[in-house]
T-cell receptor, first 113, second 114 residues
Framework: DAKTTQPPSMDCAEGRAANLPCNHS???????VYWYRQIHSQGPQYIIH???NNETNEMASLIITEDRKSSTLILPHATLRDTAVYYC??????????????FGTGTQLKVEL | ETGVTQSPTHLIKTRGQQVTLRCSSQ?????VSWYQQALGQGPQFIFQ???????GRGNFPPRFSGLQFPNYSSELNVNALELDDSALYLC?????????????FGQGTRLTVV
């Protein structure tokens, strides 16, 4: 029941900005957009999250469209160590009061020299 | 380093056996979620515990069960193992059960069922 669509793969030159798009057209008004990345089947690493406004932290920026149907993760200066699978996730409320991260298949980002 | 630790890191079980996986959450985190990640797929939600109570469950059969202890550590139990249960099992902890709090993952337990 993944609620996101991402390109399966992208390439980026080292030092350039990596812009990873994501569509989440069925997102509900109280559901957050989260981004994680995963390297070599290690545990997913938290990057950033947001609801409506654009967000920035030391790792990345998150741009969410006004209608909230899509977003873009920006890595401002990609390095070889940023090569990973990037997951765009909608955090969904559950009937029991909990919530879950709904992962799709992600984007394999390859950063090259 | 997230402070979430899982044990064991790898194990091999035979079809029909039972297995228990363990997760120690980050200090102070009272919410733990478990995910199953098959090879080449994104993680799939199994269930979530908040203050020792299950408060959400994904599309997994009852032979997948869990516990959360007073110190907020957690166990995932799988009975009657099937070959398709072979996967990376991940736990994630967070502070509170809200939507606006980061969840931090452990490194996972790689389970192989033969």
């Amino acid at each position: 029941d993944a609620k996101t669509t991402q390109p399966p793969s992208m390439d980026c030159a080292e030092g350039r900005a990596a812009n990873l798009p994501c569509n989440h057209s069925t997102i509900s008004g109280n559901e957050y957009v989260y981004w994680y990345r995963q390297i070599h089947s290690q545990g997913p690493q938290y990057i950033i999250h947001g609801l409506k406004n654009n967000e920035t932290n030391e790792m990345a920026s998150l741009i969410i469209t006004e209608d909230r149907k899509s977003s873009t993760l920006i890595l401002p200066h990609a390095t070889l160590r940023d090569t990973a699978v990037y997951y765009c996730i909608v955090r969904v409320i559950l009937t029991g009061g909990g919530n879950k991260l709904t992962f799709g298949t992600g984007t394999q980002l390859k950063v090259e020299l | 380093e997230t402070g979430v630790t899982q044990s064991p890191t790898h194990l091999i079980k035979t079809r029909g056996q039972q297995v228990t996986l363990r997760c120690s959450s980050q200090s102070g985190h009272n919410t733990v979620s478990w995910y199953q990640q098959a090879l080449g797929q994104g993680p799939q939600f199994i269930f979530q515990y908040y203050r020792e109570e299950e408060n959400g469950r994904g599309n997994f059969p009852p032979r997948f069960s869990g516990l959360q202890f007073p110190n907020y550590s957690s166990e995932l139990n799988v009975n009657a193992l099937e070959l398709d249960d072979s996967a990376l099992y991940l736990c994630a902890s967070s502070l509170g059960g809200g939507m606006n709090t980061e969840a931090f993952f452990g490194q996972g337990t790689r389970l192989t069922v033969v």
